[in-house]
């Protein structure tokens, strides 16, 4: 009786009380694969069991692993026509490591023992992202020696999905916010006949705090996630490793233009969200019986340029914060089938928390310089 299995044949042969099994061909993965359930179900009821290997023209790990197999479940096993050679080395050696006892696994720490590995673990990755930086500050500084290094093309195109694309749910945000603002400030207000500084109150709120910092979650939901994905998804498919390969720097290459693009674009966005926040703030005020001339008239005594630049300024770190962290996350990516998903979802949630926390530094720095 005999069986294929691609180059591979099986033949069964009696021999005597037991029972001998020659082996033809190649005996491979996928050989061995399709051999498996008939040569142990042969082997398990054979006394004693030849193996033949005549007739073997080839032997892998999995073609080892099914003979050694045969083997142990007959018990009373012999060998017979085994070439020397690389068949051999390559079944004395899986032997030797069915034979090895198995790892121990580790031995789990204790409770000191795993706040010290946390510990380690984010001062390793808070070492990462300052090296990052320190490579993102030097690219930028070649950039600035050597400037045609800069991909004009690419940064372009960033300024269009980052800041154009997103002009329109800037606008929306920006006027709700402003609408609901005026709305829930005129409720308290009422009370006390103090509805005509709801303009001062809306405009100094929005042009110091809630327009860089809104613009801002638009770019990390956005674009910061975008980049996060878009370099991830270089690094799975190790394009990334391919420019190092090439002597070309990612930072200068990948990185730099998507730094000055989100720079760039946020304050862009900041004054946007102003603009519509006032305009929608207006409208409150239209319905509250205040023409559009008391309203500017009550802009233009307590609002001052200082706080629209000082709102521009921190619009423009918080688009660098963004853009960092958005690389950082996609450059870090694994190599798993989440690796792409885990970094866009990093890039968001870092680039919101570095906003919020950017914005609280810059409160006391502003509230220490009278500003």
Avoid at 28 to 43: H, S
Avoid at 122 to 150: C, S, Y
Avoid at 269 to 279: I, R, S, V, Y
Wanted: hydrophobic letters at 55%.
């Amino acid at each position: 009786m005999s069986m294929a299995g691609q180059d591979a044949r099986l033949e069964a042969r009696p021999e005597g009380e037991g029972l001998r099994l020659v082996f033809h061909g190649r005996l491979e993965a996928g050989a061995a694969a399709r051999l498996w359930p008939e040569a142990t179900r042969r082997a398990a009821r054979a006394r004693p069991l030849i193996l033949d290997l005549a007739g073997l023209t080839a032997l892998d790990t999995a073609g080892a692993v099914l003979l050694l197999h045969l083997e142990h479940l007959a018990g009373e096993a012999r060998w017979a026509g085994m070439p020397p050679g690389p068949l051999q080395a390559v079944l004395d050696r899986t032997r030797q490591a069915l034979a090895a006892p198995p790892p121990e696994p580790p031995l789990p720490l204790p409770w000191l023992g795993l706040i010290g590995q946390a510990t380690i673990e984010r001062g390793q990755g808070m070492l990462a992202q300052v090296a990052f930086l320190g490579e993102a500050l030097v690219a930028g500084l070649g950039t600035i020696r050597r400037p045609w290094r800069l991909r004009l093309s690419e940064m372009l195109r960033h300024l269009d999905e980052a800041g154009l694309r997103a002009f329109g749910l800037t606008l929306l945000l920006g006027f709700l916010i402003g609408l609901i603002l005026a709305f829930q400030s005129s409720i308290p207000m009422r009370q006390f006949g103090a509805e005509v500084y709801i303009p001062n109150l809306v405009g100094i709120s929005l042009l110091r705090e809630l327009g860089p910092l809104m613009a801002a979650v638009v770019l990390a939901g956005r674009t910061g996630s975008a980049y996060a994905a878009e370099l991830g998804t270089m690094v799975v498919n190790e394009e990334v490793d391919a420019l190092r390969i090439m002597g070309i720097d990612p930072v200068a290459w990948l990185v730099l233009p998507r730094l000055l693009a989100a720079m760039l674009v946020m304050p862009v966005l900041a004054l946007l969200m102003d603009l519509a926040g006032l305009l929608g703030m207006a409208a409150v005020m239209a319905t509250l019986g205040f023409p559009p001339a008391g309203v500017i008239a009550q802009l233009q005594s307590w609002v001052q340029l200082k706080d629209l630049l000082g709102g521009l300024f921190k619009a423009a770190v918080f688009g660098l914060a963004i853009g960092l962290v958005g690389c950082r996350a996609g450059l870090g990516a694994g190599r798993g089938p989440r690796a792409v998903g885990d970094a866009a979802t990093a890039a968001v949630v870092g680039g919101i928390v570095s906003i919020v926390l950017l914005d609280g530094i810059f409160a006391v720095l502003f509230f220490r310089l009278g500003l």
